[in-house]
């Protein structure tokens, strides 16, 4: 009698913990014959990896040369003590870009770290490495589990999937934050924490860098601060969140979109009280924290000693002061070192538009 393993959710950790089931049997045939084990995979709309297909641009994986433990730090506010096991010792960085590898993807890491595919297409690059094989047979869609309940002969569980039972002695839940999984796992005991948004955008309302740019494009800032200041219940002193990274602005219908590691590590750290205040407060940026020791007066004297040394720049034609990273996929066989990219820490049309701001006209 077969062992069937039932996935719930489609999404990118449903595909993949198919995917590596699927793997780890045929790799020990001796050990699970393939006519003891069935997997099957349900997903409730028309199609899985829709994220993925969407949103690949902002990485599958995050620069495996860093070791864990600084992955887990800057990009894990909660769940750390869950994960730290998984990444040092189950399923390391590096494993995971060879499992990708070997499947025939080639990575490039961007600038912020995220690690996306060099093809054309990188997202159909990804979601044709998670399907390979036979693991479109595996799934099926608009197949919404409405309830589970353990199976007391057997041992096992009966899956409700619209008008038809099934039975299976294994559950990954992987629905994400879909209620229905919230409320699936509830129904097998288990206790939810309670559920805030995180790893979201920010929508920067009558911000007056809006008429600085332009509609429609995206613009790169290579490393910034990102601090949110927020009054908390029960406390005097308001609790100050600081988090530093690349960030992306583009105006979206004369609304400004705040994006990036910087702001998704923002959303993450701040969940909880970001809920509370309804997404309403004041973010404050500081567009080279990594200059000068972050300091302001530091960085100011720095422009003025600039503005003396070269009187005959354009005060608001570039930002002077350059942000200089290392590009790990461009290596100097020459000079025996990987390739230094240095970008103006603040985009020239914001630049511009915040020198006019200071009453130096375009120009002068």
Same mark, same amino acid.
């Given at each position: 009698?077969? #062992?069937?393993?039932? =996935? ?21 045939? !001796?050990?699970?014959? @393939? !006519? ?7 997903? @409730? ?8 297909? @969407? ?31 998984? %990444? ?6 590096? *494993? ?5 590898? !070997? ?28 399907? *390979? ?6 799934? !099926? ?14 041992? &096992?569980?009966?899956? #409700? ?32 924490? +309670? ?30 601060? /990102?601090? #949110? ?24 219908? &004369? ?10 590590? %923002? ?25 000068? &020791?972050?300091?302001?007066?530091? =960085?100011?004297? #720095? %422009? ?9 720049? =354009? =005060?608001?034609?570039?930002?002077? /002061? ?16 990987? +390739? ?22 375009? &120009?002068?």
């Amino acid at each position: 009698m077969k #062992y069937r393993i039932a =996935v719930i959710g489609g999404g990118s950790s449903g595909i993949f913990a198919a995917a590596s089931l699927v793997d780890t049997f045929h790799n020990n045939k !001796d050990s699970f014959p @393939s !006519d003891c084990i069935d997997v099957r995979v349900y997903e @409730s709309t028309r199609g899985v990896l829709r994220t993925i297909r @969407s949103s690949h641009q902002d990485g599958i994986l995050h620069d495996t040369t860093r070791k864990p433990s600084e992955l887990i730090g800057a990009g894990f506010p909660r769940g750390r003590k869950e994960i730290t096991s998984l %990444l040092t010792k189950h399923f390391p960085p590096l *494993q995971q870009q060879k499992w990708f590898e !070997d499947r025939g993807v080639q990575f490039k890491t961007e600038q912020g770290g995220a690690m996306i595919s060099a093809a054309d297409n990188a997202s159909d690059g990804i979601c044709d490495a998670l399907l *390979q094989g036979e693991m479109h047979e595996l799934i !099926d869609t608009k197949a919404k589990i409405t309830s589970i309940t353990r199976d007391n002969q057997t041992g &096992g569980f009966q899956i #409700y999937v619209g008008d038809r039972t099934e039975h299976c002695d294994c559950i990954i839940l992987a629905t994400g934050n879909s209620h229905l999984g919230h409320q699936l796992a509830s129904s097998l005991g288990h206790t939810i924490a +309670k559920p805030a948004r995180s790893c979201f955008q920010f929508k920067l309302m009558d911000a007056p860098i809006s008429s600085y740019l332009q509609e429609g494009v995206r613009y790169l800032l290579p490393y910034v601060r /990102i601090t #949110y200041k927020v009054k908390v219940k029960g406390q005097k002193r308001p609790r100050i969140f600081k988090c530093e990274g690349p960030a992306q602005l583009e105006v979206c219908n &004369g609304t400004i979109i705040l994006s990036g590691n910087a702001a998704l590590s %923002l959303s993450s750290f701040a969940a909880f009280e970001l809920k509370d205040a309804e997404y309403k407060g004041c973010l404050f940026a500081h567009f080279c924290p990594d200059h000068l &020791g972050g300091k302001v007066e530091k =960085v100011e004297e #720095y %422009l003025w000693q600039h503005r003396q040394d070269n009187p005959q720049d =354009v =005060v608001g034609e570039r930002c002077p /002061i350059l942000h200089h990273y290392v590009d790990y996929d461009e290596y100097d066989w020459e000079t025996e070192s990987f +390739k230094t990219i240095s970008n103006e820490c603040i985009p020239s049309d914001l630049w511009q538009g915040l020198t006019e701001a200071c009453g130096a006209s375009y &120009g002068s």
